[in-house]
């Protein structure tokens, strides 16, 4: 923060020392390149000028004089050019080795106080975006290819199982065959879902409506996927989660939002999918709606009775591919359906998260409504 005008006192009564520097002109650092460069011209003047003065108290010829004026004014101009220029000719080499792919060195002299240390800055933090995305972008394409294999492979053996005779096209066989088949078609949409997301072509429809009967459509539509879910895992001897109960609280009534509810269904469709895969057996998933603080706007809870989640992870659930303790679990799910919802809701500028909750896992959605008529 910049000192207001007027003297300013010391925690002591005594005035501060720091305001009794002279002020530098506006956008000019102490140790700047501009301040060294100056300062190399006034220090050839009067290396010069001292020189002539010398010349002239002792009769000495001018000739020899201008050698040694010329003499010292190289050896500070090669001392600051060399100051100047050797952090350029590194910062060029750690540019160049980014651009062929090596993300891994870093310029030295970042902490310098002058524009040359800003510079170094600037590309070490690029370089460190430059390796995380790159990171990012090795292990996107290690999951998907992981998550594309499996049901993959396991549609291939129903099927050739099938073509070999060994097993018959009966409904049980062509059940897990189509479970596979809408395993990939689940995620296959949400891949396509999040790359319109993160290029920005997803438009957003927002409207006002009333909430109550939206969640209460997106409860009732929750409920039959689980059921069917349910029957198809029951028939291929795997636990189904027809058992956890779905309830809904909006207070009041009458409450409505502004929001794009495509994507927002999207969001408690995707919440209430992991809350119910983490619930215990016969379980309770409990939708929220209150009033937000602003005109329409509206704060969702999402609530179960799952483990929970350590808090040490509370910034890693909405990353994409990442299922937290239950990663190393085969429950058909995909890891993106957390990053999907915080996607929408920053589409609309609103936030979610992870809170503290007594029991299970608790999450909450801010989203702002209709920010046209704020001011």
Not at 204 to 212: D, G, N, T
Not at 342 to 362: M, N, Q, T
């Given at each position: 923060m910049s000192n207001a005008a007027g003297p300013v006192r010391a925690a002591n009564g005594?005035?501060?020392?720091?305001l009794l520097l002279p002020e530098l002109p506006s956008g000019v650092r102490p140790f700047s390149v501009k301040t060294k460069l100056g300062t190399l011209v006034v220090v050839s003047?009067?290396?010069?000028?001292?020189?002539?003065?010398?010349?002239?108290?002792?009769?000495?010829?001018?000739?020899?004089?201008?050698?040694?004026?010329?003499?010292?004014?190289?050896?500070i101009t090669q001392f600051v050019a060399h100051s100047l220029t050797a952090p350029l000719d590194e910062m060029n080499t750690v540019a160049r080795s980014i651009s062929h792919g090596d993300y891994?060195?870093?310029?030295?002299?970042?902490?310098?106080?002058?524009?040359?240390?800003?510079?170094a800055t600037t590309i070490n933090r690029m370089a460190d975006d430059l390796e995380a995305q790159d990171h990012q972008r090795k292990e996107l394409v290690a999951n998907v290819s992981h998550e594309l294999r499996?049901?993959?492979?396991a549609l291939r053996a129903v099927l050739e199982n099938v073509v070999d005779g060994v097993s018959q096209a009966d409904p049980e066989t062509m059940r897990t065959a189509l479970q596979q088949t809408e395993r990939l078609g689940r995620l296959v949409e949400t891949l396509l879902d999040l790359s319109r997301l993160d290029n920005g072509v997803v438009p957003?429809?927002?409207?006002?409506?009333?909430?109550?009967p939206y969640l209460s459509g997106v409860l009732k539509e929750a409920n039959m996927v689980a059921e069917a879910r349910a029957g198809t895992a029951s028939g291929s001897g795997n636990h189904g989660r027809g058992d956890v109960h779905l309830h809904l609280d909006v207070s009041p009534p009458?409450?409505?939002?502004?929001?794009?509810?495509?994507?927002?269904?999207?969001?408690?469709?995707?919440?209430?999918?992991?809350?119910?895969?983490?619930?215990?057996?016969?379980?309770?998933?409990?939708?929220?709606?209150?009033?937000?603080?602003g005109p329409d706007a509206l704060d969702l809870e999402v609530l179960d009775e799952g483990p929970g989640i350590p808090r040490s992870e509370w910034h890693r659930v909405f990353e994409r591919f990442n299922r937290g303790s239950q990663g190393k679990t085969s429950d058909?799910?995909?890891?993106?359906?957390?990053?999907?919802?915080?996607?929408?809701?920053?589409?609309?500028?609103?936030?979610?998260?992870?809170?503290?909750?007594?029991?299970?896992?608790?999450?909450?959605?801010?989203?702002?409504?209709?920010?046209?008529?704020?001011?």
């Open positions: 005594s005035r501060d020392r720091r003047v009067f290396i010069t000028t001292g020189l002539l003065m010398i010349a002239v108290r002792t009769q000495t010829e001018l000739r020899f004089i201008t050698v040694f004026s010329v003499i010292a004014t190289l050896l891994t060195r870093r310029v030295r002299g970042a902490d310098r106080r002058d524009e040359l240390g800003d510079l499996t049901p993959i492979a957003l429809k927002s409207r006002r409506f009333e909430v109550w009458e409450l409505t939002a502004f929001a794009d509810q495509e994507r927002i269904h999207q969001v408690v469709a995707n919440l209430i999918d992991n809350a119910v895969k983490h619930s215990p057996p016969h379980g309770r998933v409990t939708v929220r709606a209150r009033r937000g603080e058909g799910g995909t890891g993106l359906g957390l990053a999907i919802a915080r996607w929408a809701v920053d589409l609309h500028g609103g936030r979610i998260g992870v809170a503290e909750s007594a029991r299970g896992c608790r999450i909450q959605v801010t989203l702002p409504g209709d920010t046209r008529t704020q001011y």
